[in-house]
Nanobody
């Protein structure tokens, strides 16, 4: 059983920055990935970014739509994940979810939400124009 708690969302203006955090508690894993997805009203859940510690490498993958503006990082020892979001746009408005996946993921399949094992409740990010 893994519990995930996101924080850091809020209401900002276009061009501003936010830093999201996610802390995982409960059972720990020697090999796993943590990632961020987002979901806007009426839309499918969308992959944002992930970091995989399957081999303690801390390798990352980020969606093309945000890779120039968002940066993922994490602390493997603390089971903590971050998402630095810069130059925010109104289209970034979504609920942002933290997730954990056993054994990690590759750049080719991190985006598949169905393969992730645990999910947080989400944190709202709203960007006004």
């Amino acid at each position: 059983q893994v519990q995930l708690v996101e924080s850091g969302g809020g209401l900002v203006q276009a061009g501003d920055s936010l830093r999201l955090s996610c802390v995982a508690s409960g059972r720990t894993f020697s090999r796993y990935a943590m990632g961020w997805f987002r979901q806007a009203p009426g839309k499918e859940r969308e992959f944002v970014s992930a970091i995989s510690w399957a081999w303690s490498s801390g390798s990352t993958v980020t969606a093309d739509s945000v890779k120039d503006r968002f940066t993922i990082s994490g602390d493997n020892a603390k089971n903590t994940l971050y998402l630095q979001m810069n130059s925010l746009k109104p289209e970034d408005t979504s609920v942002y979810y933290c997730a954990v996946r056993h054994y990690g993921c590759s750049a080719q399949d991190c985006h598949d939400a169905g393969r992730w094992d645990y999910w947080g409740r989400g944190t709202q990010v709203t960007v006004s124009s």
